[in-house]
């Protein structure tokens, strides 16, 4: 049951990255925007940079290879995203404010599901605290 469980969630966190990952290239033009109303600097640079850390980290999670990295590497970029495109405490013309909160919220726990995984990972393969 633990195998299986872990297992599930592995594969959940993987394709929860993987999936906006593509889209941060096939819906370049609204993934700007969302960015430049946020006031991010260097748009295309980090868009790409983000597309393809969500799309290599998620294969090597799905194949669970590097796990415990690709877990770390992803918890940071959900707390870089957290801070600069959820960041309800500031106002931007036509982002709602209490959407953003929901979404940073929502992205803690999806940040502490993938520190948990590193956790997992580094356990099974005998790393210590």
């Known amino acids: 049951m633990q195998s299986t469980l872990s297992h599930t969630g592995r594969i959940l966190l993987a394709l929860y990255f993987l999936f906006p990952g593509i889209m941060k290239f096939a819906a370049w033009d609204m993934h700007v925007t969302l ?8 748009v295309p640079a980090l868009l790409v940079l983000s597309g393809i850390i969500q799309i290599g980290a998620s294969f090597c999670i799905l194949a669970n290879r590097h796990v415990a990295i690709c ?12 801070i600069n495109l959820h960041d309800f405490w500031n106002v931007y013309e036509g982002v709602n404010a209490e ?9 803690l726990g999806i940040f ?8 997992m990972n580094l356990k099974q393969n005998g790393v210590g605290d």
């Open 99 to 107: 959407r953003e909160t929901q979404n940073f919220v929502k992205n």
């Open 112 to 119: 502490a599901g993938l520190l948990l995984l590193a956790s």
């Open 71 to 82: 877990a770390i590497i992803l918890a940071g970029m959900v707390l870089v995203i957290n």
């Open 35 to 42: 960015m430049e109303t946020h006031k991010m600097p260097v």
